[in-house]
């Protein structure tokens, strides 16, 4: 059977790429094993050269159809990792999934519904261009539709209707992300010091925070479940394959799930079962914390949790439709305390309405509440995001987007961007080193750069929390391109595929 290529996109917009491994396009690669379906892997994170990688590899693979998973901030490489398959292999079908076509695809839905196709509906048209396929939504089920002769351009799993959306039934019965395709000893990340990989238990998050991206997506909106004792059982495997004893769930928030705290109940009698002491850390929703679930927390093992606060201001929990209030972000960090868990503040700047003030309230509060860590990072308006979604163009300034609070009148301009080429609005050097493509009524887009470095770096300085730099990219080497076979690095293949 001709095998299909997947491949995990360079993150080059982050300062160590080897910290999580893509498990959504694993957990696709199980699902195409379990079927017989053969699998080569190329995992390309934190490699540079990663264009001229993936033309050595294409002009000499079996398959044929080649997939891509990207966020939007890796839809640069994403993009270009498309045109170099292409320009290697004609004959190659190129298959894009992932959020940032699913939040796309559900921007585009909002337009349709207000009958006003705009810039998501061109948005959507770049990426048709550059690539064969889309697939909106679960992509477990998509993949095989990808596959047939049948297939649509568009395949739009993003539907609780469809037989390609996951239910939790379907969640559960998965099989475990293939994580036998990469090199698992290549990433490191540490709980602790317990050596940790990441898994998800959980999909989806119901809240309508104005900055995050699929408020209209039932995919990333619709929350959906394991059992317990299927995530139980993908730890102790963990564990007993790879002899990790850290665990980082990459759930939206785990206390949305009302059966978190037997969950955490049953992970400490798996570790007491097996004799062994885990670390775990996660995200949680501030204000559905608890005392319970923080002793129940601490008890299975986290010692760490992360809050996305996003801001010390009012009115700008307001104007994001945060639901939480200071008082209660307060009120999280001394349960937390109380229970003997550490808390790294998820912070942002460049919401509507933002000014000189509401940053100068979020400084304060950081140094207020002294959380154990925290970072400060500026917004960008995602496609999938209400500040996206029910942006209009600006009266006077073209390529400008204006976002408007209903509730307040507060504003947010967002400059209008290819996706497929700029991601420098990501994250960045802590230390300096953001771009910031939003402005508000008051604060241009260089002020709000200055005042996110200097709440950062103040910040920092009296908490006495130090910056933590990553790892640079590397160069995959080879002589004039007359390479054999990638490193088991950078390619492995699923045991039936042919060689």
């Known amino acids: ?38 699998v080569e892997l190329v995992d390309l994170s ?35 990792i498309a045109a170099a398959i292409r320009e290697s292999r004609p004959d190659a079908v ?84 293939a994580r036998h395709l990469v090199e698992v000893e290549s990433y490191h990340y540490t709980i602790d010091g317990f050596r940790a990989l990441s898994v998800i238990a959980q999909l989806g998050c119901p809240f309508e925070c104005g900055f995050c991206g699929g408020r209209s997506s039932p995919m990333l909106r619709r929350i959906r479940t394991r059992t317990s004792e299927s995530i139980i059982e993908e730890l102790v495997q963990l564990h007993q394959q790879y002899g990790i004893n850290g665990f980082m769930f990459y759930d939206d928030e785990l206390n949305v799930n009302p059966k978190m705290v037997s969950l955490m109940k049953s ?44 801001s010390g201001s009012p009115r700008i929990l307001t104007n994001i439709n945060k639901k939480a209030n200071r008082e209660e ?26 000014t000189r003030d509401t940053v100068r309230e979020t400084r304060e509060w950081l140094l207020e509440a002294r959380p154990d860590d925290f970072d400060v990072t500026l917004i960008t308006t995602y496609p999938g995001t209400p500040y996206y979604d029910e942006a209009v163009p600006h009266e006077s300034e073209p390529d400008v987007w204006t976002y408007t609070y209903q509730k307040t009148g507060d504003r947010l301009h967002g400059l209008e961007m290819d996706y497929t080429r700029v991601a420098e609005y990501y994250k960045g050097d802590p230390d300096g080193g953001y771009r910031a493509y939003v402005y508000t009524d008051a604060l241009s887009s260089t002020q709000l750069v200055a005042l996110r470095d200097a709440t950062e770096r103040d910040v920092r300085a009296a908490l006495g929390i130090p910056f933590n730099p990553g790892a640079p990219a590397t160069q995959f080497e080879h002589s004039m391109g007359q390479a054999g076979p990638l490193p088991a690095r950078i390619l492995r293949r699923s045991a039936a595929a042919p060689r």
Not at 49 to 68: K, M, P, Q, T, Y
């Open 1 to 38: 059977m001709e095998p299909v290529c997947l491949i995990i996109a360079p993150s080059n917009f982050l300062l160590d790429e080897r910290v999580f491994m893509s498990l959504g396009l694993l957990r696709i690669a199980a699902v195409l094993e379990r079927r017989d379906v053969p």
């Open 46 to 80: 934190g490699v540079e050269n990663f264009e001229e990688v993936i033309r050595l590899h294409a002009s000499s693979s079996a398959a044929r159809h080649f997939g891509i998973t990207a966020t939007t901030p890796q839809m640069p490489a994403a993009s270009k």
């Open 94 to 177: 190129t298959i894009l999934g992932g959020p940032h076509v699913t939040l796309v695809n559900a921007a585009v839905k909002q337009e349709m519904r207000r009958k006003a196709p705009g810039r998501a509906a061109r948005a959507l048209a770049t990426l048709q261009r550059q690539f064969d396929i889309l697939v909106a939504g679960d992509g477990e089920e998509s993949i095989f539709l990808a596959l047939s002769d049948a297939r649509p351009r568009v395949i739009d799993a993003d539907d609780p209707k469809s037989q390609l959306f996951l239910t939790s039934h379907a969640l559960t019965t998965l099989p475990f992300p």
């Open 267 to 310: 992970i400490g009698d798996a570790q007491r079962k097996l004799g062994v002491e885990w670390r775990l850390r996660g995200f949680i929703k501030a204000e559905l914390f608890t005392d319970e679930q923080a002793a129940a927390m601490h008890e299975a093992g986290f010692r760490w949790i992360l809050v996305g606060f996003e």
């Open 329 to 354: 972000n307060t009120r999280c960090l001394e349960i937390a305390r109380r229970n003997g868990l550490k808390v790294k503040a998820l912070m942002s700047v460049g919401h509507p309405g933002e």
